[in-house]
Structure formats: structure tokens, C-alpha cells
């Protein structure tokens, strides 16, 4: 019998060893966040004997947060942390179990592909060295970290500015390969409709709401224990300093179009969750939405707006989230996009199900909905 080891001693690490004494009946069990009761990312490394065929038992996802979740959910995967790919599961009685033959002596699986902080790293450098960006540091996060703003544009004066913040959910990465994709896009000198936009239109980016949750393997809370998607009314720097900092910008900032990128742990598809519950919301907003909506499913089949989430009542919107309340307080355009940690289930992938690719192309793709808005 090989000698099993289980590690999460590392960038958004999160498992517990509940039993590995035996490759065949290996037992894990997810941890909650640091200062919270939410629970369902979990990020490891298992090194057993090539060879080996080992089965892993999650035993407390049926306590998670989200356990409709699981069910349809295969688990990413990857020998290298480059190439990530998914691994079938099943969950019955509250227990996700999958297993993996080792053709390789160490395996690293994740709830969804990581995205680390030394790429949201690397990705603030590469934006910088194009002369349209500038990288600022808005404040610190409760741990130290630096909460990032990228401006992006070719004028002083712009006459449109459009938001973009990922990741308030830290176990939500494909919000940051979202990002990603974007920004790529939008940097492309060879993109006529990213040229013409950043003309007379400022961007502002940020890539990662959430880095202490990030580092931390949380799913939805940052260091203090704060889901940072219901801070937006009354934020403060001493338990969310992260939307303090940013909202205080935006309001300095004004802005004609908010986008808060999310992903969503039970439904298998891309879609976006507006402010039909605001106070303000009237036919001028649903216009805008419509055509924003259809002009992001004329370029992108990932893409649709027959699943998704119930729309508010009038006037019962709560306004602690991000996209409500800045809809609200500008009067404008604001959409949480949500995607899948699962698949999409009208564009399947057997092999890599939804993926830090199929996410970036998504956000490569959203340049064409905020160009038609802008117009």
C-alpha cells in the first residue's frame, strides 16, 4: 500500500485530511472560510505512487453552502497546474466522490481552475507596460494586500466611462480569467472596435475584489468574514475596506456602465443578473439591457437569456449588492454576469467542462455588448 499525501499548503489551498491511510478509501472534507460559515471551494495536491488508483471522498459536501451544486459537477483537475481538465464525480448521500488513476506521482484538483495571485500579479504587469494603463494602488486590504485599479484609456477627457470588478466571491475564478480575457481584448492593437472604444471611452478594472479571500481558499468571504457583495450600502475600512476603496472611487469616477463578473455554483450557464427590483429602474433601463443582452448572444453562443435568475419585485431590490446598488446610485446600465463552475449546458465540453478558457473568451466577447452600449 503507497503512502498517501495530502497538501493545501499553498496559494488558495483549502482541504482538511479526515482519513489517508488507505489510497482506496481516501476522505476529505472541505474547511469553511476563515472567519464564516460558507464552505464549498477547496483547492489540494494528492502524491501517491504512480500507478496507484486512489478514490477520494469529499464527506461534508453535503454541508456546503451551495450542495445543489454537486450534482452534474465534475471536479477540475491537473498533473502540471497548466493544463486543467475534469474528473467525473458522484454525490450521493451527501459525500462527492471521484477517482483518479496516478499516472503521475502528484495531482492537484480544485473546484474550479485556480486563478493565483501571482498571475493576477503577472496580469498588472503586462497591462502596464501599455502606455493607455495606469496601475494604481487604491489602499490596503485587511492582510496587507494591495487593492489594484487599472485605468484604461487614450484621452484625458473621455465621454463615457465603464466599471469592471471580478471576483468580490473569492472562490469565484473564473471572474479573474473573465478579466483576463478582457483585458487582452482591449489592449489588442490590432482590434479596431478596442481602439475606437478606448478613443473617447475610460475603463476601469478591477481584477481582483477579494485578494486576502483569494490567497485564503475562501468561496465568498474576505479576512473579516465580509461577503463583499452585500457591503455596498454601508461598506467601512475596518471589516470591507475593499469595496469601501473602490466605491469611494467610483462616486469620485461617476461612470455610464457597471459590470460586476461572478460565477454561479448550481446553474449550468452564462447569463446576467440586472436591477429590475431598483427603485429607479424604468423602460429606458430594460431598453438598455435588451440590447445589451442580445447583442452579447449574437456574438457568443456561451451566451443566453432563457436561464438565469428570478427577477426582483419592483422596488424590493436589495441594495447591498454591487450591481444594484450602483444602478441605483448612477442611474445607469449594471449587470452581475454570472457563469457556471459546472458546464454549460448548451455548449458542453466533455473533457474540460466550463473552463479558465471558455471564461476568458467570454470576456474577450463582452467587448462587443459595451461597444453597442457606448454607441
Given at each position: 500500500m503507497s503512502s498517501i499525501v495530502i497538501s493545501d499548503q499553498f496559494d488558495s489551498g483549502n482541504i482538511d485530511v479526515v482519513d489517508a491511510s488507505n489510497p482506496q478509501d481516501i476522505k476529505l472534507a472541505i474547511r469553511k472560510d476563515n472567519a464564516s460559515d460558507f464552505l464549498q471551494f477547496f483547492h489540494f495536491r494528492l502524491e501517491a505512487s504512480t500507478g496507484e488508483r486512489c478514490k477520494i471522498s469529499i464527506v461534508n459536501a453535503g454541508e456546503s453552502s451551495y450542495p445543489n451544486g454537486w450534482p452534474g459537477y465534475d471536479v477540475c483537475t491537473s498533473w502540471d497546474r497548466a493544463d486543467w481538465f475534469r474528473t467525473p464525480s458522484t454525490f450521493q448521500d451527501g459525500v462527492l466522490s471521484f477517482e483518479i488513476e496516478m499516472t503521475q506521482n502528484s495531482v492537484y484538483f480544485s473546484y474550479f481552475t485556480p486563478?493565483?495571485?501571482?498571475?493576477?500579479?503577472?496580469?498588472?504587469?503586462?497591462?502596464?507596460?501599455?502606455?493607455?494603463?495606469?496601475?494604481?494602488?487604491?489602499?490596503?486590504?485587511?492582510?496587507?494586500?494591495?487593492?489594484?485599479?487599472?485605468?484604461?484609456?487614450?484621452?484625458?477627457?473621455?465621454?463615457?466611462?465603464?466599471?469592471?470588478?471580478?471576483?468580490?466571491?473569492?472562490?469565484?475564478?473564473?471572474?479573474?480569467?473573465?478579466?483576463?480575457?478582457?483585458?487582452?481584448?482591449?489592449?489588442?492593437?490590432?482590434?479596431?472596435a478596442a481602439r475606437k472604444l478606448l478613443s473617447d471611452t475610460a475603463f476601469y478594472v478591477v481584477p481582483n475584489m477579494n485578494p486576502d479571500g483569494s490567497a485564503r481558499g475562501n468561496l465568498r468571504t474576505n479576512a473579516s468574514g465580509a461577503n463583499l457583495n452585500r457591503e455596498w450600502q454601508t461598506p467601512s475600512m475596518e471589516t470591507?475596506?475593499?469595496?469601501?476603496?473602490?466605491?469611494?472611487?467610483?462616486?469620485?469616477?461617476?461612470?455610464?456602465?457597471?459590470?460586476?463578473?461572478?460565477?454561479?455554483?448550481?446553474?449550468?450557464?452564462?447569463?446576467?443578473?440586472?436591477?429590475?427590483?431598483?427603485?429607479?429602474?424604468?423602460?429606458?433601463?430594460?431598453?438598455?439591457?435588451?440590447?445589451?443582452?442580445?447583442?452579447?448572444?449574437?456574438?457568443?453562443?456561451?451566451?443566453?437569456?432563457?436561464?438565469?435568475?428570478?427577477?426582483?419585485?419592483?422596488?424590493?431590490?436589495?441594495?447591498?449588492?454591487?450591481?444594484?446598488?450602483?444602478?441605483?446610485?448612477?442611474?445607469?446600465?449594471?449587470?452581475?454576469?454570472?457563469?457556471?463552475?459546472?458546464?454549460?449546458?448548451?455548449?458542453?465540453?466533455?473533457?474540460?467542462?466550463?473552463?479558465?478558457?471558455?471564461?476568458?473568451?467570454?470576456?474577450?466577447?463582452?467587448?462587443?455588448?459595451?461597444?453597442?452600449?457606448?454607441?
Open positions: 486563478y493565483s495571485h501571482e498571475r493576477h500579479l503577472d496580469l498588472l504587469a503586462w497591462t502596464q507596460g501599455d502606455s493607455r494603463v495606469t496601475n494604481e494602488t487604491l489602499g490596503s486590504t485587511i492582510d496587507g494586500r494591495a487593492m489594484s485599479l487599472l485605468r484604461i484609456c487614450e484621452t484625458d477627457t473621455p465621454k463615457r466611462k465603464v466599471w469592471v470588478i471580478a471576483r468580490q466571491h473569492p472562490g469565484e475564478t473564473m471572474a479573474e480569467w473573465f478579466v483576463e480575457g478582457l483585458l487582452h481584448s482591449l489592449l489588442d492593437e490590432d482590434n479596431p470591507s475596506p475593499e469595496v469601501y476603496l473602490v466605491r469611494e472611487r467610483m462616486m469620485a469616477e461617476g461612470g455610464d456602465l457597471f459590470l460586476d463578473i461572478h460565477g454561479d455554483e448550481e446553474l449550468p450557464y452564462n447569463f446576467v443578473a440586472g436591477c429590475e427590483g431598483n427603485p429607479s429602474y424604468d423602460s429606458r433601463h430594460a431598453e438598455l439591457g435588451k440590447r445589451f443582452k442580445n447583442t452579447y448572444m449574437g456574438i457568443s453562443p456561451d451566451f443566453q437569456d432563457t436561464h438565469g435568475y428570478p427577477k426582483d419585485e419592483a422596488g424590493k431590490a436589495d441594495l447591498r449588492i454591487a450591481a444594484n446598488w450602483l444602478g441605483e446610485h448612477f442611474k445607469t446600465l449594471s449587470f452581475t454576469i454570472e457563469m457556471p463552475f459546472k458546464d454549460n449546458a448548451d455548449l458542453p465540453n466533455s473533457i474540460r467542462g466550463w473552463s479558465g478558457e471558455r471564461s476568458a473568451q467570454l470576456g474577450k466577447d463582452v467587448l462587443f455588448p459595451i461597444t453597442k452600449h457606448c454607441d
